[in-house]
């Protein structure tokens, strides 16, 4: 399935990504202008429109993972996982015991679930899904370890830093040979584990080709290129017909 | 089931539901298409009617537009009709925000 991702610091793209018919959107905290303040509103914002709240975090911030959960969050992707240690931390921070030990205080995941308190605790596991990111060479080392660890929910692919990697910081191209082949590994990785094979795709053609491949969550675009794209389109659009008029 | 077993449904919905939209919205853009060329090649009636139709069942040949365009385009050179390329395809465009528009309007 397809899902938004929105970097521009404004929580209502939430709905507004909903009326477009996205059913979900990653709010990218990692590089995006959206702040840690604006993160339950743009949970709030995306649940009013029906759209599943996702976070890419920042890098590092493992004990902000339950937080994301409690505030409404239904997934964590998380960047630069590259050993079996950090997947571990992954789970850590955004499950609970068995398998982790998130903190318990689910601000409004809880009221919002309609379930009971211990309803929610045996339920919120499965609910709230961790995704390790794969970007760099040692990841693609590690792959299988990280891939088994108990808990994790998903690998999600970011083919740009991937390149960056694989080239030895010599492009940033995600359709680069190096990247392909890895692609493979990650997917077999996933279907070795049970494990949601995600990946975000700069361009619609990217997404086709990583659909075709067998992901299962792909981010196409982001909010800020097509913003630009749409008002480039629009800009256009009434220059030809202008000119369009003349002939 | 989890949360993205249900999540993926939603969005497999939403898809069929699109789809379906879309192939609805084609098909009434085409048959405005063709009561628009009717006019202009002076039929009315039952025979602007049964025009229209050709033109629906001329977007059954390939995958895309091109087609309908192909289709108007040779009957107005063959009755002289003066529409250039651009204004017949504007008039495709404008028709398929209207056919949107009315099957969303009556759904």
């Known amino acids: 399935m397809q899902t938004a991702w929105c970097m521009l610091g404004d929580p209502h793209l939430a709905e507004r990504m909903g009326q477009a018919g996205f059913v979900a959107a990653v709010a990218d905290l990692q590089h995006g202008l ?209 000119e369009g008029d003349k002939t | 089931m989890t949360t993205f077993d249900k999540r993926e449904e939603g969005f497999e919905k939403k898809f069929a539901h699109d789809a379906e939209l879309r192939f609805k919205a084609e098909a009434r853009r085409n048959k405005l298409l063709g009561l628009w060329a009717a006019e202009k090649m002076g039929l009315t009636g039952d025979e602007a009617e049964a025009y229209a139709k050709t033109v629906v069942m001329a977007d059954f040949e390939e995958p895309g537009d091109e087609d309908v365009f192909r289709k108007v385009r040779a009957d107005f050179d063959d009755k002289g009709i003066d529409q250039t390329d651009h204004q017949i395809r504007r008039t495709m465009d404008e028709l398929l925000a209207q056919a949107i528009d009315q099957i969303e309007n009556e759904a």
């Open chain 1, 34 to 242: 959206l702040t840690c303040d604006q993160l339950s509103a743009f949970a709030a914002s995306a649940e009013s429109a029906n759209v599943a709240p996702l976070v890419r975090m920042p890098e590092g911030a493992f004990g902000d993972v339950g937080y994301a959960f409690d505030i409404g969050f239904e997934a964590v992707i998380f960047p630069m996982i590259e050993t079996a240690e950090g997947a571990r931390a992954l789970v850590a921070g955004g499950k609970y015991p068995p398998q982790g030990r998130r903190s318990y205080g689910p601000i409004r995941a809880l009221p919002n679930s309609g379930l009971s308190k211990s309803g929610y605790l045996a339920d919120a596991n499965g609910r709230h899904l961790v995704f390790a990111m794969v970007e760099t060479a040692r990841t693609l080392e590690n792959l299988n370890d990280i891939a088994a660890t108990p808990g994790l929910d998903g690998l999600f692919v970011g083919p740009n830093d991937l390149a960056i990697s694989l080239t030895g910081g010599e492009d940033t191209d995600p359709g680069a040979a190096e990247v392909t082949q890895a692609l493979e590994l990650v997917l077999s990785a996933c279907a070795a584990n049970d494990l949601i094979s995600g990946i975000y795709a700069n361009t619609l053609d990217l997404a086709f080709e990583f659909a075709a491949r067998g992901f299962r969550l792909i981010a196409a675009g982001n909010d800020m290129t097509l913003l630009a794209d749409a008002a480039g389109a629009m800009r256009a659009g009434f220059f030809n017909r202008l």
